[in-house]
């Protein structure tokens, strides 16, 4: 069974930063792509970053610059380090593979105040 476990959220001001983390445990991780997805409330969930097998990244306009994914294949993590926070980025954080291979896990989230 696969757990996709979220932490690393919090209540943050302007301009602040956040580093979140997901474990996958019970996947074969290293075959996929994997991605940050948020949802702020009344929106769809959104991509926000994502990164390939071979470490590549790719960043939605409105995070570029300011938000760096990485992944540890040895440890089955997923990494978001947020910069320079701003009120529209708070939302509900979550990870999945590129295709939404698994159960979304609860997320966590993220309150950005002015």
């Known amino acids: 069974q696969v757990q996709l476990v979220e932490s690393g959220g919090g209540s943050v001001q302007f301009g602040e930063s956040l580093r979140l983390s997901c474990q996958a445990s019970g996947s074969i991780f290293t075959v996929y792509d994997w991605g940050w997805y948020r949802q702020a409330p009344g929106k769809q969930r959104e991509l926000v970053a994502s990164i390939t097998r071979g470490g590549s990244t790719t960043y939605a306009g409105s995070v570029k610059g300011r938000f760096t994914i990485s992944r540890d294949n040895a440890k089955n993590t997923v990494d978001l380090q947020m910069s320079s926070l701003r009120p529209e980025d708070t939302a509900l954080y979550y990870c999945?593979?590129?295709?939404?291979?698994?159960?979304w896990g609860h997320g966590t989230q993220v309150t950005v105040s002015s």
């Open positions: 999945n593979t590129d295709h939404v291979s698994y159960p």
